[in-house]
């Protein structure tokens, strides 16, 4: 028996076979992440995407975006090309804050020896985000990879500063939530595509 519904579902079926549906967004605690993005003119997906908890509180959302899907950490920091992290915030807070617990996720997920040469640029993000003094509810930020620029981040539309350019450092960034020692394990499982458990 046919219900009004069944049309539609036609129509959407159709319309995804021929292409014609291509863009689709994921909806995380209200906020919309595109299934697409384009960095440096490069198409990238959405690989996954999640919700930072902190306790019971909600923080933020983070859709991890790849030229090809992967499903481990290995095979995102092998995935050649042009790479980016979305972040949303889902409370305020404190950027001087967030900035550090950036440098110490990052220093958590790597060898001393290797973090130590990355000191200055921590240093310098940590900054960026100090003079922001607070990030609200709704505000983003990106970090793209962009291959022969480096790591550019854009926090609430605008590009900060100098580029990034040691590759170690993006892959450093993306280890805070990919690394052995991640943010939010349930997040880390997110952004590789995998489905809650």
């Known amino acids: 028996m046919k219900t009004p519904l069944m049309p539609t579902l036609a129509l959407v079926f159709a319309l995804i076979g021929t292409g014609v549906a291509q863009a689709a967004t994921v909806e995380l605690a209200g906020v919309k992440l595109e299934d697409r993005a384009t960095v440096a003119g490069s198409p990238l997906l959405l690989n996954g995407a999640g919700i930072r908890y902190k306790a019971v509180f909600k923080v ?4 991890l975006y790849l030229g090809e899907k992967a499903s481990t950490p290995e095979a995102v920091l092998a995935t050649k090309g042009p790479k980016r992290i979305s972040i949303t915030m ?39 985000f100090s003079d922001h ?3 609200k509810a709704g505000d983003n930020f990106l970090v793209d990879w962009v291959p022969g620029t480096g790591a550019v ?9 100098e580029p990034f350019k040691e590759p170690e450092f993006y892959d450093a960034l993306l280890r805070i939530w990919l690394g052995p020692k991640p943010a939010d394990h349930l997040l880390k499982d997110a952004l590789l595509g995998k489905p809650a458990r």
Do not use: C, W
């Open 90 to 128: 889902l409370r305020d807070i404190d950027s001087a804050e967030l900035g550090k617990l950036f440098s110490r996720g990052m220093e958590d997920n790597m060898d001393r020896s290797a973090f130590s040469k990355l000191i200055p640029g921590v240093l310098r993000m940590s900054q960026v």
């Open 153 to 161: 981040l854009t926090i609430k539309g605008k590009v900060e500063g």
């Open 60 to 63: 933020y959302t983070a859709g």
């Open 133 to 135: 003094k607070n990030l």
